[in-house]
């Protein structure tokens, strides 16, 4: 399962993190099924329980924002190096254009037009 990890693909990144969510997701409700287990060997009552279970889902739905900004955060760097990639290529192209305008005549008065 590492070597989807590894891969450059954004599906296999992309299921990778589903399967990590999972992943997470399984620890989550077996620590919840163990506090339930141990709230009864306590003799907790049932108000007790009820609140701990409340707590333990808010914990969850926490966890869950945590990795769901993680993961928006990843994606808008990833987008912005992407567009930053881009502006590279068109400084290039730019570039190359106005190097290969001849420096008379009316082409001259075209150059700055590439630049608009």
């Not at 990890?5 to 992309?14: E, T, V």
């Not at 990590?20 to 919840?32: G, N, Y």
């Not at 994606?75 to 930053?84: E, G, S, V």
Request: hydrophobic share 35%; charged share 20%; proline share 2%.
């Amino acid at each position: 399962m590492n070597n989807d990890l590894s891969g450059q693909s954004a599906n296999s990144q992309q299921l990778s993190y589903e399967q990590f969510q999972e992943q997470v997701k399984l620890k989550q409700e077996q620590e919840a099924q163990r506090a339930k287990e141990a709230l009864k060997s306590a003799g907790l009552d049932q108000k007790s329980q009820h609140l701990q279970s409340i707590v333990q889902a808010l914990y969850g739905v926490e966890k869950e924002l945590q990795l769901a900004e993680n993961q928006i955060q990843m994606q808008m760097d990833a987008q912005k190096r992407q567009i930053q990639l881009i502006q590279q290529k068109i400084n290039q192209a730019m570039a190359q254009v106005q190097g290969s305008v001849p420096s008379v005549g009316n082409s001259q008065s075209m150059a700055p037009n590439y630049m608009q």
